[in-house]
């Protein structure tokens, strides 16, 4: 299986019968279906990537609009790095919530500064739900 002309994986095929040779069709039909599941492979990679991207920037916006956070740095990565304005506060909301952030705020380039992995839509709703509970 091959993706953007890399192999990114194998198909094996046998016939029914051992010693069986494959005609021209049998093998033109296999090459063309192992083409086509590399397409649908590298579809499906793309959707993944684009609804994690989506995901990403859903909660960084609804961070950036928190009074708690200061700022929230641009990422392509699956976390975020906030400056928080209490970065112990925050990160014990989250704890609270059963959700585990990074504290970097001991880092003297990261002054307040705290790490949010982005999890899934259910699992980020769950750490709103816990840092709404501190701003109660």
Known sequence: IKIRGQVMGVVRLAKERAGEEWNDKEIE????LTEQLGVALESARLYEETQRRAERERLAGILKARPDIRQ?????????????????????AARRGGVL???FSWD???????????????????L???LDDMTE
């Open 29 to 32: 039909l296999m090459e063309t």
């Open 72 to 92: 929230v740095w641009p990422s392509d990565a699956n976390f975020l790095l906030v400056e928080a304005v209490d970065p112990a506060g925050l990160v014990e």
């Open 101 to 103: 952030l990074r504290d």
């Open 128 to 130: 709103l739900a816990a």
């Open 108 to 126: 003297p380039w990261l002054s307040n500064a705290v790490r949010i992995t982005v999890g899934s839509p259910e699992q980020n709703a769950r």
